[in-house]
């Protein structure tokens, strides 16, 4: 069973940037993409960008000119850098991953517990 | 750009009651495409339906999800207590690549 879990800081500075790691846990040779999502206190969840198993990366047009995701394959993370951040960046933070072997290659049948970031000097 | 709204925002059921939650497209979009996800308080989002109709693992058969186009539905057979949560529903395409409907929180009557 594939496990994901978020780690990073908790409170970050307006203007600095958000870095966030995921590690994963469980092994899977079919995972097509590894992604990151996040979820306003009380709202929606936002798509943020995702990395494909080929290195090729995909952002939210909203998002793209802060965001780098990133993938070290031989620590089995992957890594999340938002930059610029202000208190509209405040959420909840999820690494989750689509594994075309649990579901399709496109859902997201894994995710992360989440982590709080909070944007405040 | 696709925009997916789900109707209604918020629905209220008693268990045991046949749940209906709606999903529709701003375009028409390819089923293998269209996931559905439930969540709970203070937890992550659980995968329930990817295909628009193929149950992930270990989900109960009493959740269905149907349509094709722009329109698409989850159903709730019979509601358990456990079942009252935020679902949303899912689209993988273009740019962006992932969007989420707003969510349907169904609660108890």
């Known amino acids: 069973q594939v496990q994901l879990q978020e780690s990073g800081p908790g409170l970050v500075k307006p203007s600095e940037t958000l870095s966030l790691t995921c590690t994963v846990s469980g092994g899977s040779n079919s995972v097509y993409y590894w992604s990151w999502i996040r979820q306003p206190p009380g709202k929606g969840l936002e798509w943020i960008g995702y990395?494909?198993?080929?290195?090729?990366?995909n952002y939210n047009p909203s998002l793209k000119s802060r965001v780098t995701v990133s993938v070290d394959t031989s620590k089995n993370q992957f890594s999340l850098k938002l930059s610029s951040v202000t208190a509209a960046d405040t959420a909840v933070y999820y690494c989750?991953?689509?594994?075309?072997?649990?579901?399709?290659?496109?859902?997201?049948?894994?995710w992360g517990q989440g982590t709080l970031v909070t944007v405040s000097s | 750009e696709i925009v997916l709204t789900q109707s209604p925002d918020t629905l209220s059921l008693s268990p045991g009651e046949r749940g209906t939650l709606s999903c529709r497209a701003s375009?028409?979009?390819?089923?293998?495409?269209l996931a559905w996800y439930q969540q709970k308080p203070g937890q992550a989002p659980r995968l329930l339906i990817y295909?628009?109709?193929i149950r992930a693992t270990g989900i109960p058969d009493r959740f269905s999800g149907s349509g094709s186009g722009t329109d698409f539905t989850l159903t709730i057979s019979r509601l358990d207590p456990e079942d009252f949560a935020v679902y949303y529903c899912?689209?993988?395409?273009?740019?962006?690549?992932?969007?989420f409907g707003q969510g349907t929180r169904l609660d108890i009557k």
């Open positions: 899912q689209h993988y395409g273009s740019l962006p690549r992932i969007t």
């Open positions: 990395i494909y198993n080929s290195g090729g990366t």
């Open positions: 989750a991953t689509a594994d075309c072997g649990a579901a399709d290659c496109y859902s997201l049948a894994y």
């Open positions: 375009q028409s979009v390819n089923n293998r495409f």
């Open positions: 295909g628009a109709s």
